[in-house]
């Protein structure tokens, strides 16, 4: 059996905002989430929008206070990174690609300048561009290359989990379906796992091995994609499905 990248153990997290007359009122986003995701393995984390899926994703990824959070995360991987659904929020708009894929290699502090253009250009090439795209600034690229560049942002440093975060949603399904087959290559090659969020379950039946439903901030149902697809248990999840049949 694989080993773990990640163990999630009955992670909860709450936000305190203000209530009725400016009292402050704590709300539970996340509800008992426990997991894992193994070495090679694309776990899929599907559920409407506002389900507590990004809330969760950012939890695992220490990007939350830590006073919102409680439960157990144990990560087995070094440097673990986020894809995010627009490229253009984690990308700097005032900088070439090449500036941008080097910067976090530069705080890094182990290469020097010849060796960070060489591992730039490289992981370009590994994520599907030539290596003229270093040259350009992000408002020159389409959708689908910025995202291509996200992607390579996320892997410069060679992590070996990713959270994709909706990495598709904003894209045409020409494009996302070219996104989603890079992934999987990339999976394959870097020996990558995933955490793949969706609120679209033709996507996460494409390219996850198992899936987790979510309502209400709450994991309901878990599977691989073939049980849970064939063999729904859930009325939520039933829903979902009947959903997407229905668009067919």
Request: proline share 4%; with cysteine; charged share 25%.
């Amino acid at each position: 059996m694989s080993e773990p990248v990640l163990e999630v153990e009955d992670l909860c997290v709450s936000y305190t905002d203000g209530g009725v007359l400016g009292r402050r009122e704590r709300r539970q986003i996340v509800h008992g989430a426990s997991f894992t995701v193994n070495q090679g393995q694309i776990v899929g984390l599907v559920g409407e929008s506002g389900c507590g899926k990004s809330t969760l994703s950012k939890a695992v990824l220490g990007m939350l206070p830590a006073q919102n959070v409680t439960g157990t995360i144990r990560h087995y991987t070094k440097r673990p990174q986020m894809v995010f659904q627009d490229p253009r929020s984690s990308l700097n708009p005032a900088r070439s690609v090449g500036w941008i894929l080097a910067e976090p290699l530069r705080i890094f502090g182990k290469y020097d300048a010849a060796e960070r253009e060489r591992r730039v250009l490289d992981m370009l090439e590994r994520v599907g561009l030539e290596r003229s795209y270093a040259q350009r600034r992000p408002h020159e690229l389409s959708g689908g290359q910025r995202q291509r560049v996200a992607i390579a942002l996320a892997l410069i440093q060679r992590p070996r989990f990713l959270i994709a975060d909706e990495p598709v949603s904003a894209l045409d399904v020409t494009i996302q379906a070219q996104i989603l087959d890079l992934l999987w290559q990339l999976r394959r090659e870097l020996e990558l796992s995933y955490l793949f969020i969706s609120h679209d379950l033709n996507v996460v039946y494409s390219i996850c091995d198992w899936v987790m439903v979510m309502e209400k901030g709450r994991i309901i149902e878990s599977g691989t994609v073939d049980q849970v697809y064939d063999h729904p248990q859930h009325e939520y999840t039933k829903k979902l499905l009947q959903a997407v049949r229905n668009e067919i």
